[in-house]
């Protein structure tokens, strides 16, 4: 039976990460980045796609887990009639080659325990040649340019194409398992001490929490987020994937199931902000170069969203042989969207830039004409229809949102030049950023209903206007934002959370149906600060705080019916959200939004 999304956590060396189930077993792994095809895919499908299952033999009485305070390193303890044993998962920093190790420490009486590692390449798709290694410490598994390498001091057997193993371990004793990718044309890996390991990646988590000293009412919480934020960054390019993982279904069953292991330019600014007010300037640094690079060329060619080295090609397949998480198919790889225009996407990165400029990250000459040239080009099709921040496939329109963005990036230009001394053609971009603010007021809002709408002429609602006030399109008390929230409150809540907008009113291009975007309740309780409503505030921040598992992790979307998480996991957007929305609400009345 497939675990339950929020029953997995997540380890992760800032190259690639895992989901690893409570049940002990390792069910998605991607080598040796986020994106790469070299993929435990048991999550997708049955376990014959790759898992890597360590538990005991004997029926399990008692499962909790945590991570150790301040880092990744996840402990479960797992309790039977005869003992208890805690298992260990980590992935090393800094190491080259990428490595999951897993340590079995008894802790109480005698636990037979049993492995099981079955290794796939290409999506499950290929099956590796096993053998053992010259030394008999280990086995090795080949497959075309694939290499992975099992090491540990239990007895490791082949059987039925399986690496197994069983043993028993009493009280203080403990078995290592260090399993280790690397292209298979080079000499294997070396040996490391996994104790060693397991010290030296436990202080360099700690070395790094400890940048974040902002004392706050929800302090450990805001951490695990920046910690999660922190493995989902690809260090050697700075890259922020949104998620680690593809084809987690928004709705259980459904075809809404999108592959996240890419960078979006939308989440530019939020992330941004989010690292630069927690403190992490070196990770806000890496990231702004990373969107520099990412849309570097012509303006013409600007993407929504990029690889984790700035990749443009992310052609979109389906994977015919795996199931889908519960049956959620198909399974998608690449995202078809990075081909469509959205106009958005020039607000969030002419924002981001200048949020950065007054964070005083260090920019460039070069960056600025960069910029005015994507000015230049906003110029010409601010007036098109685009398919806007959803990212729908019904055809595109004219999104009100995208609009307001188009007007954020102007209006950036602009206070880049009267803030930083920028030169550019200021009353020329006052005036175009003038007249998309009264299109946007005179088609995109509607008078009888007193609320801005999803697109021109429509009567359709849709979360992504909760941003209004938030990049200072309009003041908070604006009668407009205040009915629009109203409105939202009305239409689009569904227990207590914020829907984006309600998919059977809307020709998107799918079938209708679809859970609540966690990011969007977030940007509620922004609202509720900004309009001085603090009780309604901490109340929901307190809700979707809730919404956490058990280790604190958040997915794209939430099943109110089911009471479960769904949609890619962990999910970077709704963790920016949360820390965001947390110092705001730790401003005591000088909250960081609205974007300005």
Not at 116 to 135: A, E, H, K, M, N
Not at 523 to 532: A, E, H, I, R
């Amino acid at each position: 039976m497939t675990a339950r999304i929020e029953d997995y956590a997540l380890i992760g060396d800032c190259l690639t990460a895992a989901l690893v189930s409570r049940a002990g077993s390792i069910d998605w792994l991607c080598w040796p980045r986020f994106d790469s095809d070299a993929c435990f895919a048991a999550l997708l499908g049955d376990e014959n796609n790759g898992h890597w299952q360590i538990s005991p033999q004997e029926p399990v009485q008692k499962i909790s887990r945590r991570y150790r305070p301040n880092t990744l390193v996840l402990e479960t303890t797992i309790e039977t009639t005869d003992g208890c044993i805690k298992l260990i998962d980590f992935m090393p920093m800094g190491r080259g080659s990428s490595q999951v190790m897993r340590i079995v420490v008894g802790e109480r009486g005698n636990v037979p325990m049993q492995l099981q590692l079955i290794v796939r390449f290409d999506y499950g798709c290929s099956i590796p040649w096993v053998t053992p290694l010259d030394d008999n410490a280990g086995m090795q598994a080949v497959a075309g340019p694939n290499l992975v390498v099992i090491r540990s001091p239990a007895a490791l057997s082949l059987q039925d194409g399986a690496i197994n193993a069983k043993f028993s371990v009493a009280a203080g004793q403990c078995f290592t398992f260090a399993l280790t990718y690397e292209q298979s044309h080079l000499p294997l890996p070396p040996a490391l001490d996994v104790k060693t390991a397991l010290e030296q990646t436990e202080a360099e988590w700690q070395r790094w929490s400890a940048t974040f000293v902002l004392k706050t009412p929800w302090h450990e919480q805001i951490l695990r987020s920046l910690i999660t934020l922190r493995a989902l960054i690809y260090m050697p390019t700075g890259g922020v994937v949104a998620a680690p993982t593809t084809s987690l279904p928004e709705l259980l069953g459904g075809v809404r199931n999108w592959d996240y292991r890419y960078c979006w330019v939308r989440d530019a600014t939020l992330t941004l902000v989010t690292l630069m007010n927690a403190g992490f300037y070196e990770e806000a640094q890496a990231w702004r170069r990373w969107l520099l690079r990412a849309v570097a060329g012509s303006p013409e060619q600007l993407q929504i969203m990029y690889g984790i080295a700035g990749e443009r090609r992310l052609d979109e397949w389906e994977i015919p042989w795996l199931s889908g998480y519960e049956n959620a198919a198909p399974v998608r790889i690449g995202n078809a969207a990075s081909n469509q225009l959205q106009l958005d996407v020039y607000g969030e990165l002419m924002d981001a830039l200048h949020q950065a400029r007054k964070g005083k990250l260090p920019l460039d000459a070069a960056s600025w004409e960069q910029q005015v040239a994507l000015i230049k080009h906003l110029e010409t099709v601010w007036t098109a229809p685009d398919e806007g921040i959803w990212e729908v496939r019904g055809g595109p329109q004219h999104f009100t949102f995208s609009k307001i963005m188009a007007w954020v990036a102007l209006d950036r230009a602009v206070k880049s030049i009267e803030q930083f001394g920028l030169e550019g053609p200021r009353e020329h971009w006052i005036q175009i950023r003038d007249q998309i603010h009264a299109e946007v007021c005179a088609r995109g809002f509607d008078s009888k209903r007193n609320c801005f709408v999803q697109s021109y002429g429509s009567a359709v609602l849709d979360a992504s206007l909760l941003q209004i006030a938030l990049v200072g399109f309009l003041p908070p008390e604006d009668p407009r934002v205040i009915g629009t929230i109203a409105a939202i409150e009305r239409e689009l809540m569904v227990d207590g959370l914020v829907m984006r907008y309600r998919t059977e009113q809307v020709a998107d291009g799918l079938p209708p149906g679809e859970n609540l975007f966690i990011a969007c309740s977030f940007w509620l309780v922004d609202n509720y600060v900004l309009q001085k409503r603090y009780d309604e505030a901490n109340a929901l921040f307190e809700r979707l705080l809730g919404l956490c598992n058990d280790v604190g992790l958040l997915s794209e979307e939430y099943d109110s019916s089911n009471n479960r998480l769904v949609g890619n996991f962990p999910q970077a957007f709704s963790h920016t959200a949360l820390i965001h929305t947390a110092l705001n609400l730790t401003a005591n009345g000088q909250p960081i939004c609205p974007r300005k």
